[in-house]
């Protein structure tokens, strides 16, 4: 038998002569230049010293929903903002709750649907405990004393928060703090 030789080249040999004398990369050589170009390019992409982004703010109208003399320690008045068909609950708790308002800063307004499939939580509040739900379809219940967030349940987002002002005796519906279920953007104009 003939014996064959094979030319073995050494690891530190990065440059490989090809037909015609011409050079190739390795693989080493491509994937570090690859690696390279990709860090490169993305470097690029983040803004550094350029502008923020505005966020978007949604504003409303102005809307009266009650009055700071009707309302009752546990007893939730029901009303529609800002638009006809989303329901909200506004609750005197009698304890002080995160961006309440009246004197006792106890005073909150929330959206009534649950923020994980949107179930309904129409007559689901609990004065003794200042809670709203347990929702019929996963059971998640919400503590309207910390701005609406989950107390127990399914949901991983905090119920839609009305921002209220006071004039005088009347209650007015001013904004939406957070994402109503089913909608993409609380814009003024609907985008549901």
């Given at each position: 038998m003939s014996q064959k030789t094979i030319p073995v080249h050494s690891a530190s040999d990065h440059a490989h002569e090809h037909e015609g004398n011409r050079l190739c990369m390795s693989r080493r050589q491509f994937l570090l230049?690859?690696?390279?170009?990709?860090?490169?390019?993305?470097?690029?992409?983040?803004?550094?010293?350029?502008?923020?982004?505005?966020?978007?703010?949604?504003?409303y109208p102005r809307q009266k929903i009650g009055s700071l003399s009707a309302l009752k320690v546990g007893e939730p008045l029901d009303f529609n903002y800002p638009y006809p068909d989303i329901r909200n609950i506004l609750v005197k708790l009698g304890v002080p709750a995160g961006a309440g308002i009246g004197a006792d800063h106890d005073i909150v307004a929330f959206n009534q649907q649950c923020t994980h499939m949107g179930g309904p939580l129409d007559g689901t509040y609990k004065p003794a405990h200042q809670v709203l739900g347990p929702c019929p379809l996963h059971l998640t219940t919400f503590d309207l004393t910390r701005h609406g967030m989950v107390a127990s349940g399914h949901a991983t987002e905090s119920l839609p928060q009305i921002v209220l002002e006071v004039q005088g005796d009347d209650i007015y519906a001013v904004g939406v703090m957070g994402l109503v279920y089913g909608y993409s953007a609380m814009t003024t104009k609907r985008t549901a």
């Amino acid at each position: 038998m003939s014996q064959k030789t094979i030319p073995v080249h050494s690891a530190s040999d990065h440059a490989h002569e090809h037909e015609g004398n011409r050079l190739c990369m390795s693989r080493r050589q491509f994937l570090l230049t690859g690696g390279a170009a990709v860090a490169l390019i993305s470097l690029g992409s983040f803004p550094g010293d350029a502008e923020a982004a505005q966020a978007l703010k949604a504003t409303y109208p102005r809307q009266k929903i009650g009055s700071l003399s009707a309302l009752k320690v546990g007893e939730p008045l029901d009303f529609n903002y800002p638009y006809p068909d989303i329901r909200n609950i506004l609750v005197k708790l009698g304890v002080p709750a995160g961006a309440g308002i009246g004197a006792d800063h106890d005073i909150v307004a929330f959206n009534q649907q649950c923020t994980h499939m949107g179930g309904p939580l129409d007559g689901t509040y609990k004065p003794a405990h200042q809670v709203l739900g347990p929702c019929p379809l996963h059971l998640t219940t919400f503590d309207l004393t910390r701005h609406g967030m989950v107390a127990s349940g399914h949901a991983t987002e905090s119920l839609p928060q009305i921002v209220l002002e006071v004039q005088g005796d009347d209650i007015y519906a001013v904004g939406v703090m957070g994402l109503v279920y089913g909608y993409s953007a609380m814009t003024t104009k609907r985008t549901a």
